[in-house]
């Protein structure tokens, strides 16, 4: 069993909006980091944004940055990624992951920087 469940992915046109949630499916101690990869078929997985906390920093991948916003809702202990203005190239499963430690600029985007994980949920954006 995965210690994280993402869910919201489904079918959406370009241009509109999903909203992604991760939440632990058992108490876990310690973690202060989060991250969304996504990886689309025939293509290596890739970062996609990164939040740690309590002290709040983000860091964003250049193709989503404009248009995703990755944050926490702490009273629900749940990441959340708002995706909008949508394209065909945001098709993937996107994974959630977690670590104890901060990441730090280039860090967030390696996977084996990554303990924690889900088993993904789909997105697919129709053109």
């Known amino acids: 069993q995965s210690l994280l469940v993402e869910s919201g992915g489904g079918l959406v046109q370009a241009g509109g909006s999903l909203r992604l949630s991760c939440a632990p499916s058992?108490?876990?101690?310690?973690?202060?980091?989060m991250v969304w990869f996504r990886q689309a078929p025939g293509k290596e997985r890739e970062f996609v944004a990164a939040?740690?906390?309590?002290?709040?920093?983000?860091y964003y991948s250049d193709s989503v940055k404009a248009r995703f916003t990755i944050s926490r809702d702490d009273a629900k202990n749940t990441l959340i990624l708002q995706m909008n203005s949508l394209e065909a190239e945001d098709t993937a499963l996107y994974y959630c992951?977690?670590?104890?430690?901060?990441?730090?600029?280039?860090?967030?985007?390696?996977?084996?920087?990554?303990?924690?994980w889900g088993q993904g949920t789909q997105v697919t954006v129709s053109s």
């Open positions: 992951a977690a670590r104890l430690d901060y990441c730090v600029g280039k860090l967030c985007a390696i996977e084996t920087a990554w303990g924690y």
């Open positions: 058992r108490y876990v101690l310690g973690t202060h980091a």
């Open positions: 939040l740690n906390w309590p002290r709040i920093s983000t």
